[in-house]
Each structure stands twice: as C-alpha cells, then as structure tokens.
C-alpha cells in the first residue's frame, strides 16, 4: 500500500491540489453554492492531509508534526495568491466551508521549514499568514457566532509558534498588533470557560511556548509579553474560581471543569510556564485569592451544623480549594521543566514555599471540626483528590535523595509550619 501512496504522491497529487485551487477560485468568483464550496475545500484539504512519509498522522491529533510537503509543492505555497484564497474563503463563508478553509491554513502553516527558497521566503509567508490571523480575529462577531471558526482559529494560532520561532515571529509588520488580539482573544475565552473549554488548550500552548522561548530571544523587537502574560494568568485563575459558583448554580446543566481530567492536565501543564514567568509576582497573585479562602475555610471548621446554604456555600469554597491547590502543584511541578523563570534560584523556591505552606496549611483543617462530615460530598472529593496531586507533584521536586532537600523552600515551610526538611513534609502526608 505505501508503494501505490508513494508513486500517487509523486506523479498525481499536486495535479489534484492545483485543480483543487482553480477550481475553488472558480466556485469564489461565480458565487459558487456553498455545498460545491464544501466539496472544493474538502479535496484541497485531502491533499495537504496527505501523508507524504508514511508516519500515519491522526488527522485529530492536537500536536500535529511539521508537514513533510515535497520540494515541488514549494512555487505554489510561497505563491501569495494559494494563503489568500482559504482567507477569501473564510472571510466570505460560514461553517463548513469557513471552517474547512481555516483547517486547510492550519496544515499551509505547518510546512516543514525546508520547504522555502530561503529565508526571506518564509520570512514573507509568515507575514502573510500573521496578517490574516490579525483580519480573523478582528471579525469577533464571526468567531463568536460560529464555533467552529473559532474552534480551529485556535488550532492555526497554536500551531504558528510550534512551526516559527519567536524571534520570527516579533520581526512580522503586524506582530505588536497580533500579539495584543491573541492576549484578548486569550482572556475572552477563558472568561467565556463553558463554551471555549476544547479550545482553550491551543492558546495556553501557545503561550507556554512563547515564554519559553523568552530566553533565547535576540534582538531588538519586543515581545510585549512581559505586559500580556500576568494578565493571561490571572484570567486563567479566576475565571476557574467562578466557574465553581456557576455549575453548581446551574445544577447539573454544566459540567464540573475539575471532573474533566485529560483536559484539566491538558491545561496544568502549560500553566507553570506562565506563572513562572513573572513568578514573583504571579505568586503572590495567587496567595492573595487562597489566603481569604483558607481563611474561610478554617472558619469553618468551628461550625457544629451545616443548614441547606452553609452546605451550598461549604461546596462552593471546596470547590475554589480544589482549583487553587491543583495550580499550587502544578506550578511547583514546573520548577522542573520552566526555563523561562524570572528571578534566582533561591527567589524561585522561596515562592515555591510560600505557596506549599497554604497547601500545607490547609491539610491540617480538613479533618477538622464539620470538615470530618463531609467525606461523601463529591466537592470534598475533588478538595482531597487535589490534596494527593498536590503531594504527588511536590515529592518529585522536593522530597528524595536526587532532588533538591536543603532548598530555600523549606525555610518558608519551616517558618510558617514547621516543616523544616523533607521527613517532616513526609511524617505530616503520612498521617
């Protein structure tokens, strides 16, 4: 089978991507109906879905690899006319046929590298492609009334950082621009969680990536995250801390953003790199939403009965426990993978102590007072199943005999709890 897919690669199937495209600009310019429209996207995006090395690409995966376009595809998709033509038909279109024009940039930005005459070449298609994310995102109420667009918007935003540079990226005419609409479209979608929860995943990649690349950025052009990011962190957490209060408001119509696992690992794992970003800050940002909740939460535990509301108010803060202690961990798991963090070493662990005590802290509470009553609450549940995520991330960057036991956070975990090295940290999980 990958003989006859190999001789139909090299002897027909950039005829069919070109009559695919002449025929699409045909159906655009004579007002085409939109079910031929479809079909005409559909076949050019057949034909940038081919599997040129035999590697069986999932179609769906999120973490599409570079597209291994052969060297004779290179005149038509440096051609400015080949990009403008999905954005024509975007821009003119509705779902399918805009949504199958933007998957097909999707695939357009994902060309292998190698694939340009030069760099000037690349550096041109990028300014192109930039450019017509910029138009996109301009037309909010087109993303907005249709989610698919704004579904596979995030795709194609994604995948330019995982295909360019950032360096490439902060040199493009638009990019000041861009950047700032990214930011928007960023914190629109994480505010708007119960529609944008599939989607939120691209844009968080593609901010991790831009962070991390932070370090190795030359040059002269600003990246303008040091402005964006806080704000992209701080709308990440809380619009999840909200989200709480609603789905329980709604009574079942919505589902719990915490019960969504692959999704929710999906999102910790980008979100150390934001938050290290600016750690000092973005850590004592995160201390000044859980402090007021661990207060309340000690509280509390001097209650001797619950009515209906105390109950409803008890899983609501249980709840925003849960979310603040699975970023806690996931943000101290980072310190082993981010190397975009501002500050020292030791200013590093020292936040990282900061936050482990109110993890800590609160430990001691929950088998306390009314708290004790509340082990078959499904809110409670997910408070202790954060707690164990919490202890699991912490053991990997803190606890054993190759990991860092004389770090400056002990000195945070000793002054406010006692918890001075890691066999106290060990002997308080135990029990």
């Not at 030069?118 to 550096?123: G, I, K, L, T, V």
């Not at 919490?390 to 975990?413: A, D, H, T």
Request: aromatic share 8%; net charge negative; hydrophobic share 40%.
């Amino acid at each position: 089978h990958r003989k006859v897919a190999v001789s139909f690669r090299d002897l027909a199937l950039l005829n069919v991507f070109k009559v695919s495209l002449v025929a699409l600009r045909y159906l655009l310019d004579n007002r085409a109906d939109d079910k031929l429209k479809e079909q005409g996207l559909t076949l050019a995006l057949s034909c940038l879905s081919f599997d040129f090395v035999g590697t069986c690409l999932d179609d769906s995966a999120e973490d599409m690899s570079t597209i291994q376009v052969p060297s004779s595809w290179r005149s038509l998709v440096e051609d400015p006319t080949t990009l403008q033509l999905f954005l024509d038909y975007y821009s003119s279109s509705v779902p399918p046929p805009s949504r199958l024009a933007l998957e097909s940039l999707v695939r357009l930005a994902s060309v292998r590298r190698s694939l340009f005459s030069n760099d000037a070449e690349r550096s041109k298609f990028l300014n192109r492609l930039v450019s017509g994310c910029r138009d996109i995102m301009l037309d909010q109420q087109k993303l907005t009334q249709h989610h698919d667009n704004y579904h596979e918007l995030c795709r194609l935003l994604g995948r330019l950082k995982t295909n360019f540079q950032l360096s490439e990226l902060v040199s493009v005419e638009n990019y000041t621009e861009w950047i700032q609409l990214v930011a928007r479209l960023t914190i629109d979608s994480l505010n708007s969680w119960q529609y944008a929860k599939d989607s939120v995943y691209y844009l968080l990649g593609l901010w991790s990536r831009l962070v991390s690349s932070m370090p190795y950025l030359k040059g002269d052009s600003p990246s303008l995250l040091e402005a964006n990011v806080p704000k992209i962190t701080q709308a990440y957490i809380t619009s999840r801390l909200t989200s709480v209060q609603v789905v329980l408001t709604e009574n079942g119509s919505l589902d719990e953003l915490l019960d969504a696992e692959d999704q929710l690992s999906e999102q910790l794992e980008s979100l150390p790199y934001l938050v290290r970003f600016q750690y000092d800050k973005s850590s004592q940002f995160v201390c000044s939403l859980l402090d007021p909740l661990v207060e309340h939460y000690k509280q509390a535990t001097t209650l001797t009965a619950l009515d209906k509301t105390a109950k409803q108010q008890l899983s609501v803060l249980e709840g925003q426990l849960a979310w603040m202690v699975s970023i806690v961990g996931s943000v101290i798991r980072g310190r082993l993978s981010s190397s975009c963090a501002t500050g020292t070493a030791e200013s590093q662990e020292a936040s990282d102590g900061a936050l482990a005590a109110r993890a800590f802290g609160l430990l001691s509470m929950m088998d306390t007072g009314v708290h004790q009553q509340r082990y078959q609450d499904i809110s409670r549940q997910r408070l202790d199943m954060a707690m164990l995520g919490f202890f699991q991330n912490f053991r990997k960057v803190y606890i054993g005999e190759q990991v860092m036991q004389s770090s400056n956070v002990y000195g945070k975990l000793g002054e406010q709890l006692g918890l001075v090295d890691h066999q106290a940290v060990l002997t308080v999980v135990l029990r």
